[in-house]
């Protein structure tokens, strides 16, 4: 079954298929693949994923008793005390949003910032002089832990030897301050006043580091860490930079997970190639690249090249292509990566829903999966 499957991909075996990361496809697709309304809730669930033979699956902290979100309107605002009862994750976003705000689309399942208390940059150094995120995690070590563990329990034991479940951190460390700072200042203050955003740093990855220590308590064998740290065009600053301010609290940060073995993975939009060689240095083992970034087939062919049986690596068919392209065009992507999967020990493949030739795409990926 998929769960064996993954835990060999994960750590570099062959496989008898090449692994699939997430599902295949919307509602209306899985239901007429299992037959099973996806009302049915956990039945739906299992079924989808051994319909599709999905190896993985990563899951961020879940509020398991949330309330459902009941809006009419297309946008509504308020602070993260409205929306808190039904909003679906823990992780840190009850500090990134706190004081502001937001605004909720019917259809999104994270909230926009729309006001923070400061609008210039001497208005937004002033916020940070006294701004510490660690005096807005009220919950202790074991809450978290406590949640970290029935999360990964109540998907583990839904989805049982068909797939298996890693947990995952979204709020890692930049993101966070993309967040809670936005772009524009953000990239100033790294520019003018790196020591401000170096104490900052300091501060919240003790935060994340309780996510992790949680995680690494829970039973998880694999863990996904996410941080936004490039855009299409290529990383947000420099690999030495990223170097020198924010992989050594990645290396801290992931300390409580691979002492216990738990195999880590990272994942950035955009194109964050360069930045791959000190991500393995910090001790990542492994790379999932979204389907945003754009690459090229030759940058994919040299990623596979260098890292392929090393790393484990998650790719995709890039995703203008089977949005956008004729059903060759889509076909064509899908075959190209799955003729790379087939080379090497740790390859999953991921992306294969947004597309309106979805039915051909995934009758591509079974011709192609068996190894």
């Known amino acids: 079954m998929g769960y064996e499957r993954a835990l060999r991909a994960i750590n570099l075996k062959p496989t008898d298929k090449i692994p699939l990361l997430g599902t295949i496809g919307d509602t209306r697709f899985g239901e007429k693949l299992t037959g099973i309304k996806s009302s049915e809730g956990s039945r739906y669930l299992k079924a989808l994923h051994k319909a599709l033979d999905v190896d993985m699956i990563y899951v961020l902290e879940t509020r398991m008793d949330r309330s459902p979100i009941e809006q009419r309107e297309d946008t509504v605002y308020g602070k993260f005390e409205d929306f808190e009862d039904s909003f679906p994750y823990y992780d840190s976003f009850h500090i990134a949003y706190k004081g502001y705000t937001l605004a909720r689309t019917k259809t999104a399942t994270q909230l926009w ?6 609008k210039t940059y001497k208005e937004m150094l ?11 995690e009220f ?12 999360t990964y329990r109540h998907y583990q034991d839904v989805l049982e030897d068909v797939t298996l479940v890693a947990g995952e951190t979204y709020l890692t460390l930049f993101t966070f301050f993309i967040v809670r700072i936005g772009w524009q200042l953000l990239a100033r203050l790294i520019l003018k006043d790196v020591e401000v955003f170096d104490e900052l740093a300091r501060r919240y990855a003790e935060i994340t580091k309780r996510h992790t220590e949680a995680w690494a308590k829970s039973g998880i064998k694999a863990f996904v860490c996410h941080d936004d740290v490039a855009f299409r065009e290529g990383p947000v600053m420099s690999p030495s930079w990223f170097k020198e301010h924010v992989f ?6 992931w300390r409580p997970l691979k002492d216990k073995g738990i195999r880590v993975f990272f994942i950035s939009d955009g194109n964050y190639l360069p930045l791959m060689d000190g991500l393995a240095e910090a001790g990542a083992e492994g790379f999932k690249v979204n389907p945003d970034a754009r690459l090229s087939r030759v940058d994919i062919e040299r990623l596979c090249a260098k890292y392929g049986g090393k790393k484990v690596l998650m790719l995709s ?3 203008d292509v089977l949005k956008n392209g004729t059903v060759r065009e889509a076909v064509s992507e899908v075959e190209f990566i799955t003729a790379l999967a087939q080379r090497y020990n740790g390859v999953f ?3 294969l829903s947004d597309t309106p030739h979805l039915e051909a795409c995934y009758q591509t990926w079974i011709r192609n999966r068996e190894k």
């Open 126 to 136: 002033k916020y940070l002089e006294n701004y510490d995120p660690r005096e807005d």
């Open 139 to 150: 919950r202790t070590a074991k809450e978290i832990a406590e949640e970290c563990r029935r």
């Open 349 to 351: 493949v991921h992306g």
């Open 113 to 118: 910032v729309v006001r923070r208390p400061f």
């Open 317 to 319: 068919p890039r995703r």
């Open 248 to 253: 050594p609290h990645y290396r801290d940060i």
